[in-house]
């Protein structure tokens, strides 16, 4: 199919918030979630949307999925109206939710998935085919019969995104994925879900406070708040724009006093380790490393760009300048 597979247009959304004003008395407020938001997502992608609380990233992914009516704009998913249309884009669409389950609680994991696919209507085979796949490359065989309540938060997640994708959904819409989750749980997640994209070729919005999720699985990254985008670039661009310094971090031979290096700026020092901040514009890291290996005996290196996280952090602020490292 050709053209975007999502597509959002001047799309907004209001919500009415009633306060307390007296003892009888309620004023109601309307607070604005997303604003004049447009957007397009190409078939097959993955994409990161990100932003801080309230921002409108959830928003958003319910605007998609026909949960939320806009207040205004157009939105169209996989060539439909999310809200019209729900029942048949329920088919073709996957939602994992990090803090809601669409698991049975009381069952076992075995049940849910076959609870499912009579939901969904799948054929007997293409469902067995699927669920054989998932489980494989999720590593769930070992608790598909223990009942959901009693999963640790990352099994159930791996489970949940099993559940999401039993049925081929075209999009996977993903909202805060690995929340919660134990570096084993997260990595087992994000190899699974490169697998989805590159080898399946499922379009992937994925929402997340995690900023690794993002730096490792996508390409793109928007970035919202306030309800308006931002930023939209490839994570090598912004980090590229916005990250202007790097860090040489250098074990010497013996402790000394901060190096005194033109150039750059010693933020840091434990022991023999230094961190020397300069600007990447400026100085090749290649320069830095020569300029102090003149003045001092070096035993180790390595090189830091600024974090993301602090990179994106500086964006909400207005800003491109990143902080010296703590």
Not at 50 to 68: E, F, Q, Y
Not at 95 to 117: E, M, N
């Amino acid at each position: 199919m050709a053209g975007p597979i999502i597509a959002l247009r001047g799309v907004a959304k209001d919500f009415v918030v009633t306060t307390r004003a007296g003892r009888l008395r309620r004023s109601r407020t309307t607070v604005r979630a997303v604003d004049d938001l447009s957007l397009t997502i190409e078939r097959g992608s993955m994409v990161g949307y990100i932003g801080p609380n309230g921002a409108g990233k959830s928003t958003t992914v319910k605007l998609c999925t026909g949960i939320l009516v806009p207040t205004a704009g157009h939105v169209e998913v996989a060539g439909v109206d999310p809200v019209r249309a729900r029942p048949a884009l329920a088919r073709r669409i996957g939602v994992v939710f990090g803090q809601r389950t669409q698991l049975w609680w009381d069952l076992p994991l075995r049940d849910s998935f076959q609870l499912l696919r009579h939901i969904y209507r799948v054929p007997a085979d293409r469902h067995r085919a699927n669920a054989t796949r998932f489980v494989e490359l999720l590593d769930i065989g070992p608790f598909l019969d223990t009942p959901v309540r009693q999963l640790s938060l990352g099994q159930r997640m791996r489970g949940e995104l099993a559940a999401a994708l039993l049925h081929d959904p075209e999009i996977l819409f993903l909202d805060e994925p690995t929340i919660g989750l134990d570096l084993v749980s997260k990595d087992a997640v994000r190899r699974f879900l490169l697998s989805l994209n590159q080898v399946d070729g499922v379009t992937v919005l994925l929402t997340t406070h995690d900023l690794v999720d993002v730096e490792r699985l996508s390409d793109r990254l928007l970035i919202v708040d306030r309800g308006r985008i931002i930023e939209d670039s490839t994570v090598a661009d912004i980090k590229a724009r916005h990250g202007v310094h790097r860090t040489l971090v250098v074990d010497l031979e013996e402790p000394r006093a901060p190096l005194a290096v033109a150039g750059t700026e010693v933020v840091r020092v434990e022991g023999r380790r230094q961190w020397l901040r300069f600007s990447r514009d400026d100085h090749t890291a290649a320069a830095v490393l020569a300029a102090v290996a003149a003045v001092a005996p070096v035993r180790d290196l390595s090189i830091e760009d600024t974090p993301i996280e602090e990179i994106v952090r500086h964006i909400y602020a207005g800003t491109s300048e990143a902080p010296p490292v703590p």
